[in-house]
């Protein structure tokens, strides 16, 4: 049996339809357990529990060991990306579409009982960080958990860059963006434009070009180690842009340089003791076929 959790933090999906039904009822079960909790200022606050303890993002970083995201997979990446200079555990209940990384249906939010007092697998994930330099000048840096995407800023417009691999350079392109995604993120963008799936616990980086305007440009796996460096060539003429698991941009001008490494400090992800990596990408992948070597 693994340590219990001591004090839970509940974090909900902000600026949509209120997860209302599911949050009180999670809030039931923990009272039932006598549960020592908290919810996260915003969330009590659209959902109407303003009368329950609550804390900020910052006070939750220092007085809690589980946060409880109810949401999509969305909701459970920026969490991370806000948390991810702590040492909290997170776990999600999925209230969105395909929930790779939330494993709680919330239908089974009993589960939750087990995991609380110590029956639970986790496992660590690695993030990327991101930093924009114009000339000598740092302008720019952020996190991701899934993935740094640089796009063009219009639609139908391909953009030019070229990549370098701790030093090295491996390419000048034009394509409409390269897609730079951690293991965790391989199942995300990057499956959609082609790329490999990356097993968790696979130390590596996977870049997939975007359409690229040359057949022979295909994905490339490196290490999570590596030092990756993006130029933007003078030639573009449309402003492309930065995106940090679809949720945060900056906007980038000709001659910028983009560095991405891993993150020095990753991030905790409970599951239930039943949880399976493969399970979970048959089940989303639609992977439904039987074994028949069953003895196996």
């Known amino acids: 049996m693994s340590k219990p959790f001591q004090r839970i933090a509940v974090i909900g999906k902000h600026h949509t339809t209120p997860l209302h039904e599911t949050l009180s009822l999670l809030i039931r079960h923990l009272q039932d357990w006598h549960c020592e909790f908290?919810?996260?200022?915003?969330?009590?606050?659209?959902?109407?529990?303003?009368?329950?303890?609550?804390?900020?993002?910052?006070?939750?970083?220092?007085?809690?060991?589980?946060?409880?995201?109810?949401?999509?997979?969305?909701?459970?990446?920026?969490?991370?990306?806000?948390?991810?200079?702590?040492?909290?555990?997170?776990?999600?209940?999925?209230?969105?579409?395909?929930?790779?990384?939330?494993?709680?249906?919330?239908?089974?939010?009993?589960?939750?009982?087990?995991?609380?007092?110590?029956?639970?697998?986790?496992?660590?994930?690695?993030?990327?960080?991101?930093?924009?330099?114009?000339?000598?000048?740092?302008?720019?840096?952020?996190?991701?958990?899934?993935?740094?995407?640089?796009?063009?800023?219009?639609?139908?417009?391909?953009?030019?860059?070229?990549?370098?691999?701790?030093?090295?350079?491996?390419?000048?392109q034009r394509s409409d963006g390269l897609i730079i995604s951690t293991p965790t993120g391989s199942t995300a963008y990057s499956l959609s434009a082609g790329g490999p799936i990356l097993h968790p616990g696979i130390n590596a980086i996977v870049l997939t070009p975007m359409l690229p305007h040359t057949l022979t440009s295909r994905p490339i796996v490196v290490s999570a180690e590596s030092a990756i460096d993006i130029y933007l060539s003078e030639a573009n003429r449309t402003q492309a842009r930065l995106n940090h698991d679809g949720q945060e941009q900056f906007s980038l001008q000709v001659g910028d340089r983009i560095h991405l490494e891993k993150f020095e400090k990753p991030i905790r992800l409970v599951h239930p003791k039943t949880y399976n990596y493969f399970h979970a990408l048959q089940s989303k992948l639609h992977w439904n076929q039987q074994p028949i070597f069953t003895d196996r």
């Open 38 to 172: 908290t919810l996260e200022t915003e969330t009590a606050t659209e959902a109407g529990f303003s009368s329950l303890p609550t804390q900020s993002l910052e006070e939750i970083s220092q007085a809690c060991d589980l946060v409880i995201t109810i949401g999509g997979d969305g909701n459970l990446l920026r969490t991370a990306r806000q948390l991810c200079h702590t040492s909290i555990a997170l776990i999600g209940i999925n209230k969105g579409q395909l929930g790779y990384l939330t494993d709680i249906h919330p239908e089974a939010l009993m589960s939750l009982k087990d995991i609380l007092r110590g029956e639970y697998s986790s496992e660590e994930r690695f993030l990327l960080r991101s930093h924009v330099f114009r000339g000598e000048d740092q302008l720019f840096s952020q996190i991701a958990l899934n993935d740094v995407v640089l796009s063009p800023g219009e639609i139908a417009q391909m953009i030019e860059f070229e990549l370098y691999i701790d030093g090295n350079f491996v390419y000048r």
